[in-house]
Nanobody, 115 residues
Framework: QVQLVESGGGLVQAGGSLRVSCTASRSISTAYMAWYRQAPGKQRELVASISPGGGTYYADSARGRFTISRDNAKNTVFLQMNSLKPEDTAVYYC??????????WGQGTQVTVSS
């Protein structure tokens, strides 16, 4: 099972930007990768996903402000977040869905947006 480590979270003011990264322990070139988030008292929700071929999907809340990308040579997926809002405050989790293999989750990285 691939191990995932998120990084890049932190505290930012509303309107600011942040980029979180997810680095895998081995190749993710054939895996669907996704970012989820979970705010206190709420269910975990999908933010964005990217296919092995680079096709992307965004939740309505992220579309136009967030960009998901991948660097297969570095086994890393990124989530660039712009125009951040206080309601974006959450723990952000990376998920890998490799073909014919178990799904993996990272431990999460905290993103806090102050108003």
């Amino acid at each position: 099972q691939v191990q995932l480590v998120e990084s890049g979270g932190g505290l930012v003011q509303a309107g600011g930007s942040l980029r979180v990264s997810c680095t895998a322990s081995r190749s993710i070139s054939t895996a669907y990768m996704a970012w989820y988030r979970q705010a206190p008292g709420k269910q975990r929700e999908l933010v964005a996903s990217i296919s092995p071929g680079g096709g992307t999907y965004y939740a309505d809340s992220a579309r136009g402000r967030f960009t998901i990308s991948r660097d297969n040579a570095k086994n890393t997926v990124f989530l660039q977040m712009n125009s951040l809002k206080p309601e974006d405050t959450a723990v952000y989790y990376c998920k890998a869905s490799p073909p014919m293999a178990p799904v993996s989750w990272g431990q999460g990285t905290q993103v806090t947006v102050s108003s």
